[in-house]
């Protein structure tokens, strides 16, 4: 069972998800992409929104635990999900299938945006807020969740219980 330990932290260290910070093992933050080829390439949708006029909806991760658990969006109609993180501890919002059926327009984190990113997850900081500018290509739902170690190179190996889910109507 050691060894099973020491392979996941040497694993997530090396995959730059772990970091040590003041002699403790922890995650980084900040936003997870994947190769662009994984991802909708039609962000027509998304650069021709109007974005003053886009559907905000809230998350929040407090006591490791989604207070909504449910994003409703709509079909070819531009949203902004705004995801805050209130634990002590670096949490995840992590929705890759939704996230390559979608054109992102961009993606907030720390106030530092990026453009059109192919994206898998958020890794949100104590008392962090993330903003994803979206609009939804398919209608269907989604899952998201939390997940506790997920190196890129071995995927996730520890998945929180914790499960919200994404209607795109």
Known sequence: MKRLFFSCLLAGLLSGCLTMKDGETVLIDGIRTIP?????????????ADWEAAYIVEE???DRVYKTG???????????????????GVRSFRAPIFLQEVAILKAVYQDKAMETPCMEAFALAPGATAELYVVPLKKGSYEYHETALSPPILGEILTSAKVGQIYVH
């Open 36 to 48: 662009a080829s994984y991802c909708s390439s039609d962000n027509a949708l998304a650069l021709k």
């Open 60 to 62: 929040t991760v407090e």
């Open 70 to 88: 449910l994003i409703s969006l709509w079909h070819n109609k531009p949203a902004v999900i705004r995801i805050t993180n209130n634990d002590e």
